[in-house]
């Protein structure tokens, strides 16, 4: 086994839902999450996003709750000797001297937002980057993947696409309808992601993205986040981490070798792709990559890919006088 150790960016894990609902929960080591401080440190995660979660379909969605998240981010994981909060396009050339680790903040379906783009603009005040338009269903912006109807946006999600691209907030496509995606594709002046999904190709759920959908990601030089949920990576579940490189090397076949980063879904799964049961384990992931593909590849999937998007289309730091 080679002794070299490699960064990593993962794009989607659920810690934030987790501590807002067990707020006695300890960040740095606790058994009841996947994401850890000390599985970040051990599986040499240098940044990690964190997904604000509401469910319509399960609980009252409300701007509340996702204040209450952010919160939950500044006082648990943000803090002191945890990670740094990445925010700006300036600070990802800061990354290689912070050796604890970065995080980072998105949104995972608009709802919450209750159709204000006040909401939305105070939300990138406090610090979230990334917004996921829906989840699986219909919102008040859009049609999610499971809606039956496979509808666009709304006026009011128009109206959100045009102050994201004013705003600097960069949009995330996984969970959206189909329509929605190529909609926004028309619209988005700017290009985005799909932070947690796989090929359709290898793996039927509907959550994974088809081969026209992968191809306008490359074309517009996004991201798709491959991710470990065991049913979009192998059909029927019951997936080791060895096939998750028929995913990489379908993409890679689509020409998507730079726009292949991971996005694990890590707190918002109950069981797992065997050997990728938890951050720590990225570093095992590293060295079965290496046995397979050129290291080059290896460090632009693991890391190299994602900071690239980050350090071109994050927002600037504002100057003050």
């Keep these: 086994m080679r002794n070299r150790k490699m960064k990593v960016a993962d794009f989607h894990c659920d810690v934030l839902s987790k501590l807002q609902a067990s707020p006695d929960i ?13 599985r970040l440190l051990a599986g040499g995660v240098e940044l990690q996003i964190f997904a604000i979660f509401l ?21 648990q994981v943000a803090t002191p000797g945890g990670l740094q909060w990445l925010r700006w396009k300036e600070e990802t050339t800061e990354m290689a001297d912070r050796p ?8 995972e379906g608009v709802d919450g937002l209750e159709g204000n783009l006040f909401y939305a603009q105070l939300c990138f005040e406090l610090g979230v980057r990334f917004m996921g338009l829906t989840w699986n269903y219909a919102n008040w912006a859009a049609d999610g993947v499971l809606e039956p109807r496979n509808g666009g946006f709304t006026e009011q999600g ?9 705003s600097g907030m ?10 929605g995606f190529w909609e926004l594709a028309e619209r988005n002046t700017r290009p985005f992601i799909a932070s947690h999904s796989n090929a359709a190709a290898i793996c039927g759920h509907p959550r994974n ?15 798709i986040g491959l ?32 726009q292949i980063m991971f996005g694990s879904d890590f707190d918002g799964i ?21 046995a397979h593909y050129p290291e080059e590849d290896v460090r632009g999937w693991l890391h190299g890919n994602a900071l690239t998007f980050l350090a071109t289309n994050l927002p600037s730091k504002p100057s003050h006088p």
């Excluded at 604890?100 to 949104?107: P, V």
């Excluded at 128009?158 to 004013?166: A, D, M, Q």
């Excluded at 960069?170 to 329509?179: E, G, I, N, Q, T």
């Excluded at 109950?270 to 290496?290: N, R, S, T």
Aim: hydrophobic fraction near 40%; glycine fraction near 8%; proline fraction near 2%.
């Design 26 to 38: 300890d960040f740095t080591k606790d058994s009841r999450l996947d994401v850890t401080l000390e």
């Design 55 to 75: 469910s319509a379909q399960r609980e009252k969605v409300s701007f509340e709750r996702i204040l209450g998240q952010i919160e939950s981010f500044r006082a």
């Design 100 to 107: 604890t680790g970065w995080g980072m903040l998105s949104l």
């Design 158 to 166: 128009r109206r959100l696409i045009e102050w994201c691209n004013r």
């Design 170 to 179: 960069l949009l995330d496509v996984s969970h959206l309808a189909p329509a």
């Design 209 to 223: 993205l088809s081969d026209e959908q992968i191809r306008a990601l490359v074309a517009m030089d996004g991201r």
């Design 227 to 258: 991710t470990f949920v065991p049913w979009f990576v192998r059909d029927g579940g019951g997936a080791k981490a060895e096939d998750v490189l028929r995913h990489i090397e379908h993409v890679c076949s689509l020409g998507g070798s730079r």
């Design 270 to 290: 109950d069981a797992w792709v065997e050997g990728l049961e938890h951050p720590g384990k990225y570093a095992e992931f590293a060295e079965l990559l290496l």
